[in-house]
């Protein structure tokens, strides 16, 4: 069985539709039959676009670090929590240069190697833009009800959620749990939104044992 990832596709306004395009051309070109899906992070919201368009294509479904909800449901859990804004505060007041790796990454010891690795990337945020966000500017990852896609889909679920993520509360991991009867969550204790670089051992082994 094949394997297939959506993450971070290239730089375009509307890049979720050419994520899912790209993908369900290379599937075919590749003559790979069905595929297991991992969508992280905001790329999970491709995925679960991507079983909506094309189901065939698609035999397991791992949600890393994502949310099937809109942004403003993570207030809430973000408000009251104080470890968190103590982080944010201290993101702030680097102006720019932590570049969220106190948050992203909870053991603090870890935040370094990742700050390292975002650097040695560059600078480029490709369409990302809180701006955009707010005025409505920025193309939906998954225009249709994520919910009801994945009960329609019909296909195993892993929803794979670090305990501490900040950008992806995992309440709401277990919120779309709840409404996903063919689902599973598997939350990994002590880890941030990079759960896959704080504890990649566990983190994969969980992928394993799913796909079997």
Known sequence: MAEAAAGFPPLTSSRSTWSVRDTHRLIGKLQLGRVDLLGFSTGGRAAMQF????????RRLVLASTSAYASQD???FLAGWDEYQ?????????????????IF????????AYLELLESLGNDTGDWSVERAITGAMH?????DPEQI???CGKPVLILHGEKDVGFPVQLARRLYAA???????????????????????????????LR
Do not use: Y
């Open 51 to 58: 079983v909506h368009k094309h189901p065939a294509q698609v």
């Open 74 to 76: 993570n207030d809430r």
């Open 86 to 102: 103590q982080r944010r505060r201290a993101e702030e007041a680097a102006d720019g240069r932590l570049r969220n790796s106190t």
């Open 105 to 112: 990454v909870w053991d603090l010891e870890r935040a370094a």
């Open 140 to 144: 939906p990852w998954c225009p249709g």
């Open 150 to 152: 994945l009960r329609d």
């Open 180 to 210: 996903v009867p063919n689902s599973r969550l598997t939350v990994i204790p002590g880890t941030a939104h990079m759960c896959h670089f704080e504890d990649p051992t566990r983190w994969s082994g969980h992928i394993r044992e799913f």
